[in-house]
């Protein structure tokens, strides 16, 4: 069984900073590439920004320069750091990874459960 938890939303006010974190768990044999998505209300999901395992990321135009990834491979864990907050970027956050399982090596796609982010102006 693999989990994918994020925690570190909350209510913060247009200008402030959180800092979201995703612990990967389980029967994980490596971890590749991981993102962070966003969803809100009456919209798709969108992306937000993603990391491979070598440290290189990519953002949506919306949050460059704004937010970084970052994140642990010995710890499992993937970071999103968001400063600059907008009332625009309230939505629930989740993590995603691609994860070659022990035993079975097989690779497949986790998301976490969500987090909620509410940026209030």
């Known amino acids: 069984q693999v989990q994918l938890t994020e925690s570190g939303g909350g209510l913060v006010q247009a200008g402030g900073s959180l800092r979201l974190s995703c612990a990967a768990s389980?029967?994980?044999?490596?971890?590749?590439?991981m993102g962070w998505y966003r969803q809100a209300p009456g919209k798709q999901r969108e992306l937000v920004a993603t990391?491979?395992?070598?440290?290189?990321?990519n953002y949506a135009d919306s949050v460059k320069g704004r937010f970084t990834t970052s994140r642990d491979n010995a710890q499992k864990m993937v970071y999103l750091q968001m400063n600059s907050l907008k009332p625009e970027d309230t939505a629930v956050y989740y993590c995603?990874?691609?994860?070659?399982?022990?035993?079975?090596?097989?690779?497949?796609?986790?998301w976490g459960q969500g987090t909620q982010v509410t940026v209030s102006s």
């Open positions: 990391i491979t395992r070598d440290g290189s990321t």
């Open positions: 389980g029967n994980i044999f490596s971890i590749r590439t």
């Open positions: 995603n990874a691609r994860i070659l399982r022990s035993g079975d090596l097989l690779l497949l796609l986790y």
